[in-house]
């Protein structure tokens, strides 16, 4: 084997080695925590109500080929895919977090200074 497919190898050994499951963030709030999946109903429960919050209705796809609805049918003809941000201000020295809800489950959990 030449020097350049060994290197090569190597790379790719240590590229893979790096490889694995994606971490989902969690958010400690009051001595418990939350994560990726939770519900909205465990989120208010351990961490309380956020400092901010808001909701909207996310686009909505249709078809084979994933075309999305026309803002004039989302909620009357197509149902909304209703989404909510929720910020919690951690206090000094951390991070503030926004929380992404999509249908009453946690679906991210962003960390930030200013609310994302």
Known sequence: MNLQAHRALALAAL???GAG???AESLRCNGSSVSEGDSRLSLLYKCGAPLLAQTFCAQ????PSLQPVPSPFIGTVV???PVEDWVYDRGPGHLMATVRLRNGLIESIRYGREPQ
């Open 15 to 17: 590229l893979g080695a």
């Open 21 to 23: 499951p994606a971490q």
């Open 60 to 63: 909505v796809m249709y078809g």
């Open 79 to 81: 149902p909304c895919m």
